[in-house]
T-cell receptor
Framework: DAGVTQSPTHLIKTRGQQVTLRCSPKSGHDTVSWYQQALGQGPQFIFQYYEEEERQRGNFPDRFSGHQFPNYSSELNVNALLLGDSALYLC??????????FGQGTRLTVV | RKEVEQDPGPFNVPEGATVAFNCTYSNSASQSFFWYRQDCRKEPKLLMSVYSSGNEDGRFTAQLNRASQYISLLIRDSKLSDSATYLCVEKKSSGDKLTFGTGTRLAVRP
């Protein structure tokens, strides 16, 4: 059983560019959450998707947007990248309100 | 004030030592608490849930004190493989987001 998978694993982008990160949830899971983890910090909640709708959102600007597809997979989009967006982006999936399992993350570097 | 606060460490201990991590949370309405472990450049993984009655899993003991809004993790007989960052996490209600502390780094030396 594949766990949560994220792609790509690493990415380098230039300031002002846009990026799309992808997440496939653990088999049987229907809820996907995204987190940003800056170096030396704990993960910070970005938003959560359930039934293709954004159910909850953290304190992130509108440059951060997402989508969930009918197969429960999800994308995180970040527009107008800033140097401060450099971080590990983690996707977590769960079945309804159950335990969340994390993917290995996408390490984004903005130069 | 941060919602979840932890001592960032690092804690540098010899094998076999007992080490304790502490964490405080600011929202008295928070319902669920957890300790996650994160290895270098890896994803966080659930170590254990934390209950008011205290819970133990092998060498690991977690405790919640709601009156003081305080959570602890005790690791006995430390192993080299325990070296990692330990993240204190709270969740206000079922299905809610996870709120993480900054993590406490543990290094166990031979």
């Amino acid at each position: 059983d594949a766990g949560v998978t994220q792609s790509p694993t690493h990415l380098i982008k230039t300031r002002g560019q846009q990026v799309t990160l992808r997440c496939s949830p653990k088999s049987g899971h229907d809820t996907v959450s995204w987190y940003q983890q800056a170096l030396g910090q704990g993960p910070q909640f970005i938003f959560q998707y359930y039934e293709e709708e954004e159910r909850q959102r953290g304190n992130f600007p509108d440059r951060f947007s997402g989508h969930q597809f009918p197969n429960y997979s999800s994308e995180l989009n970040v527009n107008a990248l800033l140097l401060g967006d450099s971080a590990l982006y983690l996707c977590a999936s769960s079945l309804g309100r159950g335990e969340a399992f994390f993917g290995q993350g996408t390490r984004l570097t903005v130069v | 004030r941060k919602e979840v606060e932890q001592d960032p460490g690092p804690f540098n201990v010899p094998e076999g030592a007992t080490v304790a991590f502490n964490c405080t949370y600011s929202n008295s309405a928070s319902q669920s608490f957890f300790w996650y472990r994160q290895d270098c450049r890896k994803e966080p993984k659930l170590l254990m849930s934390v209950y008011s009655s205290g819970n133990e899993d092998g060498r690991f003991t977690a405790q919640l004190n709601r009156a003081s809004q305080y959570i602890s993790l005790l690791i006995r007989d430390s192993k080299l493989s325990d070296s990692a960052t330990y993240l204190c996490v709270e969740k206000k209600s079922s299905g809610d987001k996870l709120t993480f502390g900054t993590g406490t780094r543990l290094a166990v030396r031979p």
